[in-house]
């Protein structure tokens, strides 16, 4: 086993930088989601019921940056000498089952934007719905990532060079049976199952995203502002007493309200905006890594130094994903910034 171990110790080397960002990225992230789990849960009251799905993605992020880093770091350090296959099998699941259950639920966030703020008065999505759509994701969820637990596992090789035999065993997709032929269809499946998870996502959040524009447009408040003496003029039809019609001019109050919106109002806009730049982050993350793992199915180059890195660290782009929430979070819902500074004064008071 020496060789084997000369080898990956070898590979950990290239790797390092790899390693480092993936390890620093990782540690952002899981203080990040638990924050927000610790914060949505126990200080930020949801009585409109819009940030519902915000600590069930917390806790998918989390289990994510968990599986993800601890997968890429054995991968990196322990590439050809691989130590467990239940460990092999648990972290392959864990990264689909989070991958998956993750984009699922940013359609369901992208679902209840559009009915709260395209159909403000149709049918919401009411906290029973949210739930019973939580259940349906996770049993999906498990579905399809059930068959990495059959197909995932140890691939082991013999090798033969100057001084002798040696084995190396790596985790993988396929562990050397027949299972191939059944996982190429099956990630063919997967690429499917997210490219049209994309597409819808993108189909609920265009007219939520057009919307938000309209009524935050800068014409719309020149428009409010430019009306003298605070009143805004309308125009209303009435009947005289010779039976025509006369048009006068009606006078309504310029409230700030008319023009930003009540507050309530307020809030959802800048929640819908921070939604829509998860949902970003969601798109350009997972297609940089599904880019990356396509060309590598396509090309046998093989890559050395900074271009490998450069290729990992593209490859495994998606754990973006479940990191970068918490922060876009704390950027754009002021609710959760106040409480968070709240407990912090306090904190730091006594």
Known sequence: ??????????????????????????????????????????????KMGSRYFIPVLAVVDLVGSVSNATQFHLDNTM????????????????????????????????????????????????????????LIIFL???????????FNGIYKLRSLNTTGNYNISFCHIDDGTDSFNVM?????FLLFLSLINIFITFIFYVPVTKTIYDRLSPARRNRAKNVPDGKIVSKETQMSDDGKNITKPKLQANDESMVNGSPEQKARKNISVMFLVIIIVYIVSYLTSLVTQIHSFASTEERKGYIRNIYFFC??????????????????DLKFR???????CRSFRR
């Not at 070898?10 to 990782?26: M, R």
């Not at 190429?184 to 063919?188: A, E, N």
């Not at 754990?319 to 929430?325: P, S």
Request: aromatic share 14%; charged share 15%; hydrophobic share 50%.
């Open 184 to 188: 190429i269809p099956y990630l063919g």
């Open 338 to 344: 106040n409480e968070l500074r709240r407990i912090c």
């Open 1 to 46: 086993m020496a060789d084997a171990e000369t080898l990956s110790e070898e590979y950990s080397k290239q790797l390092l930088p790899n390693t480092i960002v993936q390890l620093i990225a990782a540690t952002f992230g899981i203080l990040g989601n638990c924050l927000v789990i610790l914060m949505y849960t126990k200080y930020v009251k949801d």
């Open 140 to 150: 999906i969820s498990v579905g399809y990532a059930s068959p990495i637990l059959k």
């Open 315 to 332: 490859l495994r782009f998606n754990l973006l994903n479940h990191i970068a929430n918490p922060y876009i979070y704390w950027f754009y």
């Open 79 to 134: 590439r050809y000498i691989y130590p467990d296959v239940f460990l092999c099998k648990m972290m392959s699941f864990l990264i689909v089952f989070t991958g998956g259950f993750s984009a699922h639920l940013i359609l369901a966030i992208a679902l209840q934007r559009y009915l709260i703020i395209c159909r403000p008065f149709g049918q919401q999505m009411t906290q029973k719905l949210c739930r019973i759509a939580v």
